[in-house]
Structure formats: structure tokens, C-alpha cells
């Protein structure tokens, strides 16, 4: 499904104008300690017009045939696209964590990498200590791939999941 750069869209978000839209799809989820997971999701960016995108996600935990298992993670937060090309990104979570991400959009590609600058932690949220996050836009799909460290294990592949515009 094509995608249209919104009208009042700010110039800042101009080279992120892919994203805009709702997202749905499948993904894979490991990690030493935890047994591997499948899980869907559904993910929105939007923007008003103010230098910012407002970002929202939801997943949800499958069986092997696709069928809901139980609610899973959640995340909001805002990307923060400068005019150089940075992009600071802010997220909140649901268990109990905040991070602030930095990174750069790629020049002539529509992608972009981030890592985490800063993690706070509730008293009760699980040990995590940072994180990479690659989103790219392949085929007309949303693609993605988190790295996380946490647990006291290095920072390693977590989650990767293709996103269809809907």
C-alpha cells in the first residue's frame, strides 16, 4: 500500500515521512533465559505538524498457529528528528522502564538506527541496560530488529518483526 507525505507535515520529519501510518504484523522474539516467543503487533506513528512523530505500539503473544496467547508489550513515546539528520527518540514502557535513544537517519536510504543514551527503571521492572534498534522500510514493509542487553546478558538480538501498512 503506497504512502502519502501529509501536508503539513514539519521539515524535520520530512525524511521520516514513510513511517507515518499504522503498521500490523508478525514477529520472532529470543533471548537466553526466556523461551523463544512469536508474537503480533501493531504499531502507529502520527504527527501534527510540530517537529516530533508520536509513536505507539502494542504486541501480543501467538501460538504456532497465530492464535492469541495473552497481551504482551507496549510502548509510546515521540522520535525527535533534527534538521542534521539526528534523531533523539523518547519511549515509555509498560514494564516499567523509559529510555532516551539516539541516532541518525540514513542519508538516502529510508532507515534508521538508534541506541539507547539513557535507561530509568521502576523498582519492580526487569534489569535492562540498553538497547540498538534498526527500523527500515523494505519492500513497501516496515522492518525492524531490537537488540537488548538486560539480565546480565550483552547486548544481543531480541526481537525482529515485518510490519504491513494498513
Given at each position: 500500500m503506497p504512502f502519502e507525505i501529509p501536508d503539513n507535515i514539519h521539515p524535520d520529519c520530512a525524511r521520516l515521512a514513510w513511517l507515518i501510518g499504522k503498521w500490523a504484523g508478525n514477529g520472532h522474539g529470543e533471548y537466553p533465559g526466556i523461551e523463544n516467543f512469536?508474537?503480533?503487533q501493531e504499531v502507529i506513528f502520527q504527527q501534527d505538524g510540530r517537529p516530533f512523530i508520536h509513536y505507539v505500539s502494542r504486541a501480543w503473544i501467538v501460538d504456532a498457529e497465530g492464535k492469541h496467547v495473552r497481551e504482551a508489550a507496549q510502548e509510546t513515546g515521540f522520535l525527535r528528528p533534527k534538521a542534521d539528520g539526528t534523531l533523539e527518540v523518547l519511549l515509555t514502557h509498560n514494564t516499567g522502564f523509559v529510555e532516551?535513544?539516539?541516532g541518525e537517519i540514513h542519508p538516502e536510504q529510508?532507515?534508521?538506527e538508534i541506541v539507547t543514551d539513557?535507561?530509568?527503571r521502576t523498582?519492580?521492572?526487569k534489569e535492562y541496560t540498553g538497547g540498538k534498534r534498526l527500523y527500515g522500510y523494505v519492500n513497501g514493509d516496515l522492518l525492524y530488529a531490537f537488540?537488548?542487553?538486560a539480565m546480565g546478558h550483552e547486548?544481543?538480538?531480541?526481537?525482529h518483526a515485518q510490519l504491513v501498512r494498513q
Amino acid at each position: 500500500m503506497p504512502f502519502e507525505i501529509p501536508d503539513n507535515i514539519h521539515p524535520d520529519c520530512a525524511r521520516l515521512a514513510w513511517l507515518i501510518g499504522k503498521w500490523a504484523g508478525n514477529g520472532h522474539g529470543e533471548y537466553p533465559g526466556i523461551e523463544n516467543f512469536q508474537f503480533g503487533q501493531e504499531v502507529i506513528f502520527q504527527q501534527d505538524g510540530r517537529p516530533f512523530i508520536h509513536y505507539v505500539s502494542r504486541a501480543w503473544i501467538v501460538d504456532a498457529e497465530g492464535k492469541h496467547v495473552r497481551e504482551a508489550a507496549q510502548e509510546t513515546g515521540f522520535l525527535r528528528p533534527k534538521a542534521d539528520g539526528t534523531l533523539e527518540v523518547l519511549l515509555t514502557h509498560n514494564t516499567g522502564f523509559v529510555e532516551i535513544w539516539t541516532g541518525e537517519i540514513h542519508p538516502e536510504q529510508p532507515r534508521f538506527e538508534i541506541v539507547t543514551d539513557a535507561v530509568a527503571r521502576t523498582a519492580t521492572a526487569k534489569e535492562y541496560t540498553g538497547g540498538k534498534r534498526l527500523y527500515g522500510y523494505v519492500n513497501g514493509d516496515l522492518l525492524y530488529a531490537f537488540d537488548m542487553a538486560a539480565m546480565g546478558h550483552e547486548l544481543q538480538p531480541h526481537t525482529h518483526a515485518q510490519l504491513v501498512r494498513q
